[in-house]
Protein backbone atom coordinates (compact mmCIF):
# COMPACT_ATOMS: atom_id res chain seq x y z
CA UNK A 1 0.00 0.00 0.00
CA UNK A 2 3.05 2.30 0.77
CA UNK A 3 3.95 1.57 -3.08
CA UNK A 4 0.46 3.00 -4.14
CA UNK A 5 0.77 5.96 -1.69
CA UNK A 6 3.63 7.48 -2.96
CA UNK A 7 2.55 6.87 -6.65
CA UNK A 8 -0.68 8.99 -6.11
CA UNK A 9 0.90 11.07 -4.64
CA UNK A 10 3.87 11.60 -7.26
CA UNK A 11 1.04 11.62 -10.04
CA UNK A 12 -0.83 14.44 -8.46
CA UNK A 13 2.19 16.71 -8.05
CA UNK A 14 3.45 15.92 -12.00
CA UNK A 15 -0.27 16.44 -13.38
CA UNK A 16 -0.49 19.56 -11.65
CA UNK A 17 3.01 20.96 -12.51
CA UNK A 18 3.35 19.75 -15.73
CA UNK A 19 0.08 19.81 -17.59
CA UNK A 20 -1.56 23.01 -18.73
CA UNK A 21 -3.82 21.72 -21.12
CA UNK A 22 -7.97 22.22 -20.44
CA UNK A 23 -10.25 19.94 -21.43
CA UNK A 24 -14.41 20.59 -21.84
CA UNK A 25 -17.02 17.99 -21.92
CA UNK A 26 -20.43 18.12 -23.43
CA UNK A 27 -22.67 15.10 -22.96
CA UNK A 28 -25.91 13.25 -21.46
CA UNK A 29 -25.22 12.91 -18.10
CA UNK A 30 -26.91 9.45 -16.85
CA UNK A 31 -26.08 8.59 -13.16
CA UNK A 32 -23.88 10.78 -10.40
CA UNK A 33 -22.91 10.18 -7.22
CA UNK A 34 -20.71 11.36 -4.19
CA UNK A 35 -19.60 9.16 -1.22
CA UNK A 36 -16.75 10.34 0.77
CA UNK A 37 -15.97 13.22 -1.57
CA UNK A 38 -15.45 10.65 -4.74
CA UNK A 39 -17.60 11.38 -7.22
CA UNK A 40 -19.14 9.07 -9.96
CA UNK A 41 -20.35 9.95 -13.43
CA UNK A 42 -21.66 8.15 -16.06
CA UNK A 43 -22.34 10.08 -19.35
CA UNK A 44 -23.26 9.01 -22.58
CA UNK A 45 -22.94 10.32 -25.93
CA UNK A 46 -19.82 12.77 -24.83
CA UNK A 47 -17.59 14.86 -26.87
CA UNK A 48 -14.18 15.95 -25.19
CA UNK A 49 -12.53 18.86 -26.47
CA UNK A 50 -8.94 19.08 -25.84
CA UNK A 51 -6.85 22.51 -26.96
CA UNK A 52 -6.22 20.66 -30.50
CA UNK A 53 -8.11 17.87 -30.80
CA UNK A 54 -11.78 16.79 -30.36
CA UNK A 55 -12.70 13.68 -29.27
CA UNK A 56 -16.68 12.06 -29.87
CA UNK A 57 -17.71 8.83 -27.77
CA UNK A 58 -21.02 7.52 -28.69
CA UNK A 59 -20.86 5.03 -26.00
CA UNK A 60 -21.04 5.07 -21.84
CA UNK A 61 -17.88 6.75 -20.25
CA UNK A 62 -17.49 6.70 -16.74
CA UNK A 63 -15.80 9.24 -14.64
CA UNK A 64 -14.18 9.41 -11.33
CA UNK A 65 -13.43 11.92 -9.49
CA UNK A 66 -12.03 12.57 -6.00
CA UNK A 67 -11.29 15.62 -4.08
CA UNK A 68 -7.38 17.15 -3.41
CA UNK A 69 -7.85 18.19 0.27
CA UNK A 70 -6.39 15.54 2.69
CA UNK A 71 -8.81 14.29 5.50
CA UNK A 72 -7.89 15.35 9.02
Do not use: P
Amino acid sequence: MQVLGQYDKNISEALSSKLKAKVTMKGHLKTYSNCDDVWTLTVTNSIFKCDLETITITGKVKIVACSNRRAG
